[in-house]
DNA sequence: GGCCCGCATGGTT
DNA sequence: GAACCATGCGGGC
């Protein structure tokens, strides 16, 4: 970006000043301080016009003549006002007259009624409002509170200067920004002055100062880059955005349109458009650039509004090119721009960017095409100008019914006001279709830093139908500086689009940001990034979706998987859910295998409770995993079970109250000498105990494995219990024979049913007064169950009950007083018992509630028989006994 | 019991 | 190893 590179507007190798015209070196050894030309280029000068020029006595020192010399009105200093180099060291005032820069920044700083705020804040009294003591922006009374003008003295400030003005707000007067800035970082109005020494050499004729006035007496606010760079080139009055693009492209190259319109390589400084390199396409850039650290995170763009896009010179040279591009047509990061136009933001932009930016993980980037862009602001302020601020992919919380959405911290700080207490402000955000919606923006402490949120954010999203993978972009449009929600559906990705996608490799918007490494490649081969865009499953994804900035593409598709962390973010941290879905049925049922597997404690004297009527074994400590029998009946109708020896893995037979430690082998069989030892024979061959034994036969749930490998069946849920047992206590005591006294459901030192039940029913039980969740809950469903069955048995009844009623209505007050009778000595609670409830609301006859008394009911007992199963009775016999209580405590605990 | 709020936890970068 | 951030979880309503 030399004057050599454009030898047909500058001559080259001499020095720019036409006062001096001295010849320079070729090739300039060192990058030198100049103005930049209308081409974007910037004026070469010799070492002492550089120096003057940087210094900031240039014109003193070669346009002390000329004229545009005015003097500061606070201080009276001379300001030259007629040329580029010096424009943007003074400001207009309203009343007239000019503020040298120092002076305007003092002004700025310190007006007391010109206390700044976000633009988006919402609340404009408050605490939070002594955080943003800069200066430039206030709040214009109105219906849209959102929108946020430049303060009157500064309204003729360039658009840079207004940017700036906002940026100020957001992140200058931002502690940690300051300090960022304080080795040297000058972000100021004066680092953008920096910036705009720049501009151009032509001088500043009055249309300049017109425009300016013009504007504000529209009452247009801000000076949007294409308008400010009109007027800079003393195009006319450069009324609007249009006209100035009109202008500029009616005299001006392709370059400087490009770098008005696409070229998205600007900062957030509106002023960095016409810092574009003419040939910032990105096409051309050369991955240094891309490496190169960025000097800006936000993006600039200005907005064309669809009448001006239709402006030939707005699109003309171009617009075939920017509809064919898709380069040009979407907003990168500032890493892709020109490192030249780097080097110039770095200059004026400070270093608080540079270092935002590199803090800011790549999946924050934002990815909006100004096609988005048109979009979001369809309808909007022509002179609007879009800085895409960053964008984020929904995760499953973010897209839960919470409604809050997470929010990148360094997003959050940079681009959102900045907030002192946790309650933070509520925060405007205007979706593309125009919708406000206000989210409180505020903050959890955490790990002694923040944690970030959006709250409300449900309707909004709901509104959107966005999911978890979507992604919402964040823009803000200057001057009003509205944030702008937009959004992006992952959903219409398709594997096609990804590919293509993936080949075309257009830059920021299909690169997984996380991985850097590809962007280098990623800016070239954009235009079939580009017909990617335009393919018309594209378009038709690509719809706004009436509202959204909905750019369902390959891209976003891509972007969206490469945000995605290692693991997915979707679905939550993966790895939970995982446990949840896949490992948690796992362990669940091995659970209920191992529960099987539980013995009364060794040496341990268990004492007799009561639960309900019925006697529970309580003992003191918690049960040990004992081994995993089988229980059989033989056809005499005599019941034993089935072990297998740890050892010779041979099956032996033995009492059916028989307690076996978890390791048990033939040498432990008391029962039977005769096979105490591994060398005897099975009492039964396999096939038998196949037959015998239904679980061996793959009947049951979990029984797929044969007779041989059943141990390591049985293993299998020792390990799982035993890992819940070591969680615990136990630390010195083999795993299998290590106290259950944490599991799942249960809290340390439980002693509910389901902790100290053996599988035969016998051994401990738990107490009466037991209120783990098991015991509540096998009371709770043994009821319901109950009063179900019940309930189905004497619906007929009733109705019978109700045609005797009718035949003799004066019973029914005396048998209700013997049901609560009845109720009460059944144990059960007749003010909570939902026997009573339910009987009540379903509205089962009290004669019904009489004929129960009379059937085989367990509720007609005057205790509760928990080892009933009611629902296996529904289906056979009522009396049926075979119902285990371990089995209904089981189905209770899962 | 459900929802919301605020914080804690722990996986990921 | 620190920071970030997605999500779990407990308490209050």
Redesign the pocket.
Known sequence: MSSSSSAAVVTAKICFNSECKEPLPDPLPTRRKGWRLRSGEIADLCDRCSCSFEQGNFCETFHSDDAGWRNCKTCGKRVHCGCVVSVSTYVLLDAGGVDCVACARKSLVMAPNQVASSPMFMSQQGPERREFPAKSWKPVSGPFFGQWRQAPHMWNMTSAQSDLQQRLSYEFDRPNCIEKLAPGGRYSILAHEKKFENISEKPITGNLNNVARERYANGKVGIDAASTFGAYHGEGNADTVQDSCRLVGDSDSVSTRKSVNADPCSTSSSGANLDAHPNSCVNSLPSSAIKEDSSSLGLAAVFQSTNCSKEPTRFSANQSQSQADPLSKQFYPPSVIDPEVQSQMRNGKTRVDNRTRS?L?PR?WPRITDQELQQISGGGDSNSVITPLFE??L????A?????????????EAYFPIISQ??GLPLKVQDASGKDWVFQF?Y??????????L??V?PCIQAMQLQ?GDTVTFSRIDPEGKLIMGFRKASCGSSEQDSQAVKSGNGFSTPPE?DNKGTTKDFKGNTESRNLINTPEQRNCSNFANEGVLQKDGLSARSSQGT????G?????????RI?NEDSMELKLTWEEAQQLLRPPPNCVPSVVLVEGHEFEEYEEAPVLGKRTYFTTNQSGENYQWAQCEDCSKWRRLPVDALLPSRWTCSNNTWDTERSLCSAAQELSLEQLAELIPCKTGAPKRSKVKVETDNIEVSDGLDTLANLAILGEGENLPPSSQPTTKHPRHRPGCTCIVCIQPPSGKGPKHKQSCTCNVCLTVKRRFRTLMLRREKRQSEKEAETARKQQKQQPNQSSPVKAQVCSDSLKSGLSVNNSPHKAMTNEEGISDEGVERRRASPSPLKAPQIDLNIQPEREEETSPKSESGSMMRLLQDAAT
Do not use: F
């Open positions: 803090q993980l924050y984020k992919m995760s499953a919380s973010d839960g019914r919470i409604g809050r959405l997470v929010l990148p911290k360094k997003c959050a946790p309650e505020r959890w402490p955490n790990n002694n830093s923040r944690m970030y949120v709250e409300g449900t978890a996380s995605r962390r290692k693991g973010n979707l679905g939550s941290k993966s790895k939970r859910l949840e």
